[in-house]
């Protein structure tokens, strides 16, 4: 059954998205990150252009011809075809249609409030069926 994690409290959401890839890429595990609109997922492909002056971390949009090759797939089309269903990590405001084909889903909430609020209404949806949860709040220790 697909884990997911919640890490709430996170001031930006595209650098917090960077250091999970670079982690994950660290633990070599596959990574799909769901962004909010074409707008955000060019972002985070820039982003992770930038991550570190040493770190490099492979990644492309979904759809590239490398994407089956890459670690880390970005896209914001949740029904696009996916190379692989390690982790999912969600920017977006809503539940994924295709979160139980991954093993783990990290929700990203932000510190905006109807952000938060829609966070909170896809925990209550997890947790009414079934899925393992944890939650981790930025910020404390």
């Not at 011809?65 to 982790?87: G, K």
């Not at 295709?98 to 997890?126: C, H, M, P, T």
Request: a negative charge; charged letters at 25%.
């Amino acid at each position: 059954m697909t884990r997911i994690d919640f890490h709430t409290n996170i001031p930006d959401k595209l650098s917090y998205a960077c250091r999970l890839a670079r982690k994950a890429y660290g633990a070599r595990a596959k990574v799909v990150v769901l962004a909010e609109s074409p707008e955000q997922a060019e972002a985070l492909n820039a982003a992770l252009w930038n991550v570190g002056d040493t770190d490099f971390i492979p990644h492309v949009l979904a759809g590239d011809p490398l994407a089956p090759q890459t670690p880390i797939v970005i896209t914001d089309n949740e029904d696009a075809t996916l190379p692989h269903h390690d982790m999912l990590v969600n920017l977006t405001r809503r539940t994924p249609n295709n979160f139980a084909q991954f093993a783990r889903v990290f929700e990203i909430i932000s510190l905006d409030e109807d952000d938060a609020a829609e966070g909170r209404k896809r925990y209550v949806a997890y947790k009414r069926q079934s899925y393992p949860l944890t939650h981790f709040v930025a910020g404390q220790t």
